[in-house]
């Protein structure tokens, strides 16, 4: 077919003019559910892409200017709607406004003067919903359409068809799934333990697939490894005492809509522990295990208490104090191979680390404790070496390190070079990123604060700010002084760990990771040509891939659902049919046809925010196909449609944006072998992008 695709119109709105040699078919750009479902357009819209436009003439290209002109203009959907558009932002105006006054009311504390209590609002959150499962369907046949071949898609989507149908498999998987969340209402939400159980039973080593990483902000104040340090677990350990005094306001999206709260109970002393076939999440709990902090420092662990007996913290000078204390003993270590490195170990597949941690807690009367010190600490404090000169280079060590002076089980590492720069790096099965940031952002905002550490850029000063104060201020109570953790090994662990080094290496090797920091133009522009920054980025990464591997995979993002009680976050496939347009036509189309991409463009951004609304709204594919799984293998039931292998692509992509506000943000891994994870942050006038 002489296939070709324009813009085109008269009528104040945008026609796709599709002419297959067969006559010319129009397609409006209406929202997704309207074009979802149009085997015409499906069939056409596959014809088409990457094919030139046939001849026109100069009326057709003045009015193909006009219509593409009047799209930028008008927000893309046209006159007719605005009016339509100007009622639902008023309608949502005074929604959001009365969910503020009353979830304020309902949150008040009277003996605070009117601060939310952090958990006050967990009650009134609604229970995350079951998706509709003919929608579900839908979704579902739309995301796989640009992705397979048509016997493929067709296969597919009779199985599909025939699983969702009046009186089959699917309706009876639903009714028991709408049952099981009207059962668990008001105390988690229908699929939080499936998912978790899911995510815990992959058995890839953390450091590169289960782990992401923070970069620190680039004005870092003037101060030495230990005094930075000290100033940043002050902060933390504040914060952590506003959560268990529930003194931490909650948040709101938009300033209005409460979100769940719920994550920040595992925010410390948090451990994922190693399982033969599954892991679990520890948080301790006892009054014994909340009070002290764990060191890893050349590859050796410490520990110290960050209270005194009467319950109150170490101020920064005492923390400096037992920092200080750490690295001497580090020093003075006669012997560096006495003890190879037990945090290696927490590199390796889950299973094998299963199976070392059970052997290294039988190795030794002391090992159960110094195990036990390192999993229940608030958070691990990594002091490493000096500070790599680039962001590159700053975020391989943040991610990935030597493995060796690292526990990757932990929930927050927070890693402090020799010079001060600081970065983190966070296991993610007990909580999402928004909520680290949340903690890495307030230490920020206390060392900026305090009198004790000023907060102002780097400069080549002899002198610490904080060393004139440590003269003058005595310590308030004599200090227990910081323990070694010891381990005793077997021969069978120390040839696990010689093992386990060698596994690492290798994968390092085998990783490739770079951050871009791009200046052209940052989510400002994007904006001001109405354009939303998210789906922006995404079309470019599509494009991007696309010209190095000439295909599209299967690309996920992450939505939150936390406006849910108990909520997490929801997996959106962003190739789409009309991504896959804009791409082919960047990528065949020549310079004549600027207003065509243009035209691609808005429409494949447009239709990437609807998916991502509707999966924020708890209307997602990816949760409800898990619920929909689990609930056939609960009932022993047999799906084929569930099974079949266009379901279980791999993820060639997952893209996210970053939650941080400060610095060049952090980054991920991929979800497969070859894959790409990629987190970009879009300032103002700039946007920094993570590759792995």
């Known amino acids: 077919n002489e296939a070709a695709v324009y813009a085109s119109g008269c009528d104040g709105r945008a026609h796709l003019v599709v002419n297959d040699g067969c006559g010319s078919h129009t397609c409006h750009p209406g929202p997704p559910s309207s074009r979802e479902g149009s085997g015409a357009d499906r069939v056409h819209s596959r014809d088409v892409l990457g094919r030139q436009p046939p001849n026109h003439t100069r009326e057709e290209d003045a009015a193909n200017a006009s219509a593409v002109e009047?799209?930028?203009?008008?927000?893309?959907?046209?006159?007719?709607?605005?009016?339509?558009?100007?009622?639902?932002?008023?309608?949502?105006?005074?929604?959001?406004?009365?969910?503020?006054?009353?979830?304020?009311?309902?949150?008040?504390?009277?003996?605070?003067?009117?601060?939310?209590?952090?958990?006050?609002?967990?009650?009134?959150?609604?229970?995350?919903?079951?998706?509709?499962?003919?929608?579900?369907?839908?979704?579902?046949?739309?995301?796989?359409?640009?992705?397979?071949?048509?016997?493929?898609?067709?296969?597919?989507?009779?199985?599909?068809?025939?699983?969702?149908?009046?009186?089959?498999?699917?309706?009876?998987?639903?009714?028991?799934?709408?049952?099981?969340?009207?059962?668990?209402?008001?105390?988690?939400?229908?699929?939080?333990?499936?998912?978790?159980?899911?995510?815990?039973?992959?058995?890839?080593?953390?450091p590169i697939a289960g782990n992401w990483y923070g970069l620190d902000r680039l004005d870092t104040p003037r101060a030495t490894q230990s005094e930075r340090a000290a100033v940043l677990i002050s902060g933390a350990v504040k914060f952590h005492r506003m959560i268990k005094t529930e003194r931490l306001e909650p948040l709101r999206m938009m300033g209005v809509v409460p979100l769940c709260m719920w994550q920040y109970r595992r925010l410390f002393h948090t451990c994922r522990q190693p399982g033969a076939e599954m892991d679990t999440i520890f948080t301790a709990t006892d009054y014994s295990d909340t009070r002290h902090l764990c060191v890893m420092c050349k590859e050796k662990a410490y520990s110290f208490d960050l209270y005194h007996k009467d319950g109150t913290p170490l101020d920064v000078q005492e923390l400096q104090s037992q920092i200080e204390a750490i690295q001497a003993m580090s020093k003075a270590t006669k012997n560096p191979l006495s003890q190879p490195p037990v945090g290696i170990l927490t590199t390796q597949n889950r299973s094998t680390w299963a199976q070392c941690r059970q052997e290294l807690m039988s190795a030794g009367p002391n090992n159960t404790d110094s195990l036990r010190k390192v999993e229940t600490a608030m958070f691990?404090?990594?002091?490493?070496?000096?500070?790599?000169?680039t962001l590159t280079e700053q975020a391989r060590v943040s991610f990935m390190g030597n493995g060796a002076n690292r526990w990757f089980d932990k929930s927050i590492q927070v890693i402090v070079f020799e010079d001060g720069v600081a970065s983190v790096n966070c296991e993610r099965s007990w909580g999402d990123a928004p909520v680290a940031a949340h903690l890495f952002g307030f230490m920020h905002d206390f060392e900026s604060e305090t009198s004790i550490a000023p907060y102002a850029p780097k400069s080549p000063a002899s002198s610490s700010p904080l060393s004139p104060q440590r003269a003058t201020k005595p310590p308030r109570h004599p200090l227990s002084p910081p323990k070694r953790l010891?381990?005793?090994?077997?021969?069978?662990?120390?040839?696990?760990?010689?093992?386990?080094?060698?596994?690492?290496?290798?994968?390092?090797?085998?990783?490739?990771?770079?951050?871009?920091?791009?200046?052209y133009f940052g989510k400002g522009f994007i904006k001001h040509v109405h354009i939303s920054p998210d789906a922006f980025v995404q079309m470019a990464l599509q494009l991007a891939y696309y010209r190095l591997h000439g295909t599209l995979p299967l690309i996920c993002e992450s939505a939150h659902t936390r406006q849910f009680r108990h909520g997490r976050t929801e997996t959106v496939r962003v190739t789409s049919s009309?991504?896959?347009?804009?791409?082919?036509?960047?990528?065949?189309?020549d310079q004549s046809s600027a207003e065509t991409k243009l035209h691609l463009l808005l429409r494949a951004c447009v239709s990437h925010v609807e998916q991502l609304k509707e999966a924020m709204n708890g209307r997602g594919v990816e949760r409800h196909l898990l619920g929909l799984r689990r609930m056939a293998r609960e009932l022993s039931l047999h799906t084929e449609a569930l099974d079949a292998p266009a379901l279980h692509l791999n993820w060639g992509m997952s893209a996210d944006s970053c939650p941080v506000q400060r610095g060049p943000s952090g980054g991920f891994g991929g979800h497969c072998d070859g894959g790409y994870g990629v987190s970009y942050h879009a300032q103002e006038e700039h946007m920094y992008l993570h590759i792995c």
């Open 578 to 589: 009309d991504s896959v347009a804009f791409v082919k036509a960047m990528a065949h189309l």
């Open 486 to 519: 010891e381990f005793a090994l077997t021969s069978k662990l120390a040839r696990a760990i010689d093992e386990a080094a060698l596994h690492f290496k290798a994968a390092v090797a085998d990783t490739d990771l770079v951050v871009l920091h791009m200046r």
């Open 70 to 206: 009047r799209l930028a203009a008008q927000g893309f959907w046209g006159e007719r709607r605005a009016e339509d558009q100007l009622f639902l932002q008023l309608r949502k105006r005074f929604y959001l406004g009365t969910l503020g006054i009353l979830s304020t009311f309902v949150t008040w504390d009277w003996q605070r003067l009117g601060k939310p209590k952090l958990f006050s609002l967990q009650d009134t959150l609604p229970t995350l919903p079951v998706p509709k499962l003919r929608r579900t369907c839908e979704r579902l046949l739309a995301s796989l359409w640009p992705l397979l071949s048509d016997e493929e898609y067709e296969k597919t989507a009779a199985m599909v068809s025939d699983f969702a149908s009046a009186g089959g498999t699917g309706e009876r998987l639903q009714r028991a799934l709408v049952e099981r969340a009207q059962r668990l209402e008001g105390t988690q939400s229908w699929v939080e333990v499936w998912w978790e159980e899911e995510f815990l039973r992959r058995r890839d080593g953390l």
């Open 380 to 389: 691990l404090l990594v002091l490493e070496g000096p500070s790599p000169g």
